[in-house]
Every structure is written in C-alpha cells, then in structure tokens.
C-alpha cells in the first residue's frame, strides 16, 4: 500500500487527504439526514452596532431613578414606625412606668387590657401592710364602683370616684409630686370585677394627664389595675375592707340606684364629650 501512494505521488497525482472524524457525527443516529440546515441565531455586535447616546442616558437616568427610589422607600419604612407604640410595648412588657424612666415599683401581672398594668390582690395587702413604704411615699387607691357597691364594702382607705370629672378634679387641678423624689406616688384602681369600670378610669386620667405634659412626661406615671377587682380580693383579705361585706352592682335592693348611676355616668361622659369638641373648634377657629 506504501509502495503504491509512493508511485502514485511521484507520477503527479494528488492524494486524497482523509477526512477527520467530526466530533458530532460519532454521536449522530444514523436515522437523521447529513444537514439539518438549521438557522444559526446571530450574535449582536457592539463594536458594529454601537447602542446610541440617547439610549444610553436614557437608562442611566432611569437606573439612577430606581436606584433613588429604593433609598427613599427604605427610609419611609424605617420613619413610619411607631416610636411611641415601641416605647410602651417596651414599657409593658419590661415592666417601665408611664414616662419611662424607672421600673415599676409593684410586681405586675397579665390581666384583660394589655394596655394596663395589673397588680394581684397580695400586692394590694401587701401595700396596705407598709411592706414598699421605702419606696412609695403615698398612694391612692380609687373605687371606681357605684356609691351603693362602696358603701356596701371596700378596701380600707379607697377613695370613692366613678366619675371623670371626679377624677380629673382630684388628681389634675393641683397634682401631687414626691417630696422624695427617689420615692414615688402611684395610683390603683379597682371596680367589682376590674374589667370595665376601673380600667375605663385607668386609661381616662392617663390620657388626660398626656394632654397636659409634654411626652413622656407624666405627673402620675405608675398607674395600676387591681386584678380580678373587688370581686376576688374580699374573699381572701376581708380583714382589709370596711365594712367587712359585699355588695354587688345587680344587687337586687339597688335596682333603682343603678339606673339612676348608669344614666348620670351616661349624661356625665356626654357632657365631657362636647367640651371636648368645643375645645377642639376653638382650636380650628382661632388664627
């Protein structure tokens, strides 16, 4: 075979060069036609299609643009936040008083609003026995029952005020500050069962008292809700209410006496309203 390529290539005749495998066709079925003549998808050139300047700036405008608007909406979700809201959730639940300077005197518990502090019937005992009188330099405890349910039994030295306006006289026209001022002044309320009445009072003489200081500032910052209220504290210190008995608000010999309370309590509540929306005409009115 060599001596005849030889011969063949000194006589002039030109050798065919052998064909190199393709890679594909080892590959290929031998099913399928030699060319599938398929388009080949053309590569765009940038050296031979320069993009034009209008385009260009176009979207360097536009990607700056996008670029502006994430930084702004990533401020307005961090500026949208409820600093207050934060501030008393974290008073809440790390037990801070009202303005949020100090801790609570009174060890506190869970109760129905979470928006209040209660306190166990122990703890009223507790204060009533002198046991935080190196902390607290006086406190009040409010009844915020009817005068029939006070009159028929309360805790020892509580005072007797269902009203707002009762309230806000008491506490807001000359307010009482420590004459210590590492000791403090607090305030307890309680009703028959503290789920209605006493915590309606709680949060009415706090949000009176924001109204008059500048926050935080409070002139009663540790305000307190007695858990469970009269209902569950004369059975377990009766000793410490005066009289030493119970009477309810649907007690069937003061029928008429509810009513009477309820519709005053109404007209009352009615009455504050309107001032209040007289102020805040006044307010719009004035230059």
């Not at 050798?15 to 060319?35: C, D, F, V």
């Not at 998808?41 to 994430?70: I, M």
């Not at 269902?162 to 210590?180: G, I």
């Amino acid at each position: 075979m060599l001596m005849l390529l030889a011969c063949r290539h000194a006589l002039g005749f030109d050798i065919p060069k052998q064909a190199s495998p393709n890679k594909g066709s080892l590959y290929r079925s031998p099913s399928l036609p030699e060319s599938l003549n398929r388009p080949r998808p053309t590569q765009v050139q940038f050296k031979d299609n320069p993009v034009p300047d209008k385009v260009k700036k176009k979207y360097r405008s536009s990607h700056r643009e996008l670029r502006k608007g994430l930084y702004l909406r990533k401020t307005i979700s961090l500026s949208d936040i409820n600093i207050t809201r934060m501030l008393e959730e974290d008073a809440n639940q790390g037990h801070l008083t009202g303005d949020f300077s100090k801790v609570c005197v009174l060890p506190t518990t869970s109760g129905r609003h979470q928006d209040l502090k209660y306190v166990k019937p122990e703890t009223v005992a507790a204060l009533l026995s002198g046991k935080f009188q190196d902390l607290i330099e006086k406190f009040y405890i409010i009844d915020c029952r009817y005068p029939y349910e006070y009159l028929g039994g309360h805790i020892q030295g509580a005072l007797n005020l269902y009203s707002q306006q009762e309230l806000y006289n008491f506490f807001l026209k000359k307010p009482t500050a420590p004459l210590d001022i590492q000791k403090r002044v607090i305030i307890m309320f309680y009703c028959e069962f503290s789920s209605e009445r006493g915590p309606r009072m709680c949060r009415s003489l706090r949000e009176e008292d924001r109204a008059l200081n500048q926050y935080p500032a409070l002139y009663y910052p540790e305000l307190y809700v007695l858990k469970g209220g009269y209902r569950d504290f004369f059975p377990e210190y009766s000793e410490l209410c005066e009289p030493q008995s119970y009477c309810p608000m649907h007690h069937q010999d003061h029928k008429a006496e509810l009513l009477r309370c309820r519709s005053q309590s109404k007209a009352w509540e009615g009455e504050r309203q309107l001032q209040e929306q007289i102020a805040l005409l006044g307010k719009d009115v004035s230059p």
